[in-house]
Structure formats: structure tokens, C-alpha cells
């Protein structure tokens, strides 16, 4: 088995602590701006928490049919700090063992988490903003309100920002450098 070159083992600590930033910052959040918000309202998601105008969203949220927002409602908050530290510390076998064929197992991984992810956080969306009380206050005919995963929506007189907190940008930064170095080490590995 070829071994990995001085960069990849540089990586592996570069994503590590990139990793570890998910533990100190927001991963994601979910700006709201409306007439009656001119401050907007902001909710912050992070590896194992929410916080933000939560309440407050929760409360306007009531009106169109939508469920609460509720931390104990989450499982990923259990699995998913337990997927990224067993992930980490697999970064340390894969640095201690220094085999490209781990490296690249590493990055396989790192893949299947992030998909797994965005899936999960779509699917969340989804059903917060499809499955609304059929008695709510305000129901408007083959309206939806589920917010965007990433990018800007108008929901009535809503303005939706979903994008990356800090550590979402570490989280895909350390994506971004598996998978640059992964292709490094692969071209290293055919000279």
C-alpha cells in the first residue's frame, strides 16, 4: 500500500480542526425577514442545539399550521456529534496508519455523512413545511412553506435566507480539501 504523501498528512490535521469548529460555532442558520420584522429574526442550528428567535418563530409559525421547532424533536442532535467524533478519531487511525487506501476510505465516509446530512436537513424542511394543521389560523390553498436548504425563497411576506454559519463553511471547507487532496494523492499514487 502506498503511503501518504507530507500534504495528507497535513490535511488530515487541517480537517480535524476544521471538524472541531462545529462544537463552537452554528453550522447553519435560517434568516426571516418580513414588514413587521425590519430587525428579521434569525435561527442558528448547530451539532447538538438550536437557538435564535426561536420561540419567536415558533409562535408565528402557529398561525400557518406549522408544528414547533422543538430541540427533543431531533434525533441527529444524538447522532450526529457521535458520527463526527467517530469520524475525527478515525482521522487519527488514518494518520497514525499513513496508507492512501485509508485516506481515501476517510474521504468516502466524510461523503456519506454529508449527503446523509443534506438529505436529512431536506427531509426535515420538508416535512415542517408540508405537513401543516389543517386548522391553522391562515391557510392559503396549495401553499407550502418550506424554507430553502440553501439559497433565498419568498413564503408570503416572508423573506428566507438558509445558508452556512461558520462552522457549516469549516464543514464544507474540510469537504472541499478531502476531496482535492484524495484526487492529489491518487495522481501522486500513478507516478
Known sequence: MKT???PGKISIVIVMLFLATLWLFPLWRIDLRAPQYPGGLSMQIWLNDLKGDVPIINGL???IGMQEINKKDFREFIFLPAAILLFI???FLVLLLKKK???YIWTALFIVIACFSFYDF???EYNYG???NPHA???VPGMSYQPPLFGYKKLLNFEVLSQPDIAGWFFIGAGMLLASMTIYEWKKNEK
Open 122 to 124: 431536506y427531509m426535515w
Open 137 to 139: 389560523p391562515i391557510r
Open 101 to 103: 487506501i485509508y485516506y
Open 61 to 63: 409559525n402557529h398561525y
Open 4 to 6: 501518504l504523501t507530507k
Open 89 to 91: 478519531l478515525f482521522g
Open 130 to 132: 408540508h405537513h401543516l
